[in-house]
């Protein structure tokens, strides 16, 4: 079943449960689709890794939210945020662990060489490539520096 149609399948439910926090996050989704289907042009079909992509957006732009909000200590507001995540969330594929992670990049480490944190841009580029969907960039950024720095 498509993305579109799972999220429209919730929509209902949600509408009929009057589920506040999941009628935001499920528009937002389907906003988010139909502009996608826009911009690709006259088909107006999407695939899979557009669809994965998208709804990464949609967490980063949650979580970023999340923490300017938990800073400001507007509690309320990163409470709305926190709600939308967990049901975009529901909708990515399965995220990678930390250890998951760390292993993966070691592999890829030692797959193009690297020695050093001058090397950081080759890992990247492949980490980015073989990781896509299944963790945040951020993330992967970060165990890349943590490796080649040790």
Known sequence: MSLELRVMEE???????????????????????????????????????????????????????????????????????RE???????????????EELFAAIKAIIEQVGAKSPADMGKVMGVASKQLAGKIDGKAISDAVKQLLAS
Request: hydrophobic share 40%.
């Open 84 to 98: 939308e995540l967990a049901i975009i969330e529901r909708f990515l594929p399965k995220q990678m662990t930390p």
């Open 11 to 81: 929509l209902k439910t949600a509408m009929k449960a009057k589920d506040e926090a999941a009628l935001r996050s499920l528009r937002a989704i389907k906003a988010a689709i139909i502009i996608e289907k826009t911009n690709e042009g006259a088909n107006g079909e999407i695939n899979e890794a557009t669809e994965t992509k998208m709804l990464q957006k949609l967490a980063k732009q949650r979580r970023d939210s999340l923490e300017i909000f938990t800073k400001q200590n507007r509690e309320d507001l990163a409470a709305k945020e």
